[in-house]
């Protein structure tokens, strides 16, 4: 009998799911405050701020998990060309996860503004203050969030794919726990066999 693990590690399928709703979220917030110039405003920065540093520590976090329990092989028979896409969105929103809470923290911090994760608990600066590094900086910070929500788009639409049309087990290896394919050992089975009697 052998085995084969087909799916992701256990800390990796909830850092997935968590990070997607998170990021999810972030990107609806990041809409609102952009739309919103009434008190709404505050009220969702007062959100986005912690919510971003949480999700670079988680960021850190997941790749630490993936370079420790590397992720299933994809299929043999995908094509070539969309393994490497595959590869390279993955990585892509790696840096993504890491770069946009950092770039909204230098942000803020050229542009003077506290970064408060709480009522108490203040991050320090990572930038020294600059007019001209908080524009640069914020116009990357929106072209980032573009560049993050095309990429969650393409993520899920590659899922959907491999979940819906291929059936490859590339979507069930992010959802269900371990699975092991089992090679049932073949069972002999002995018969006797009388011949017939032919005598007259």
């Given at each position: 009998m052998t085995s084969d693990v087909k799916?992701?590690?256990?800390?990796?399928?909830?850092?997935h799911w968590l990070m997607a709703i998170m990021i999810l979220a972030m990107l609806f917030i990041?809409?609102?405050?952009?739309?919103?110039?009434?008190?709404?405003?505050?009220?969702?920065?007062?959100i986005h701020k912690?919510?971003?540093?949480?999700?670079?520590?988680?960021?850190?976090?997941?790749?630490a998990v993936r370079l420790r329990h590397p992720p299933p092989a994809l299929p043999a028979d995908l094509p070539a060309v969309q393994k490497l896409a595959a590869h390279a969105s993955h990585w892509l929103l790696y840096i993504l996860m890491l770069a946009m809470p950092l770039i909204g923290w230098a942000m803020?911090?050229?542009?003077?503004?506290?970064?408060?994760?709480?009522?108490?608990?203040?991050l320090p600066p990572i930038f020294p203050t600059s007019p001209?590094?908080?524009?640069?900086?914020?116009h990357m910070h929106g072209w980032f969030a573009m560049l993050l929500f095309l990429t969650f788009l393409a993520?899920?639409?590659?899922?959907?794919?491999?979940?819906?049309?291929?059936?490859?087990g590339v979507l069930s290896s992010m959802?269900?726990?371990e699975k092991k394919a089992e090679m049932i050992e073949p069972v002999e089975v002995s018969e006797s066999v009388t011949e017939p009697d032919t005598r007259p």
């Open positions: 799916t992701f590690s256990l800390p990796a399928r909830v850092l990041g809409v609102g405050m952009v739309a919103s110039v009434s008190e709404r405003h505050d009220w969702l920065l007062r912690p919510l971003g540093i949480a999700i670079l520590i988680l960021a850190v976090v997941r790749l803020l911090s050229a542009g003077g503004y506290p970064v408060m994760l709480s009522d108490s608990l203040r001209v590094a908080f524009a640069v900086l914020r993520h899920m639409g590659a899922a959907l794919y491999h979940g819906l049309i291929r059936r490859d959802v269900r726990g």
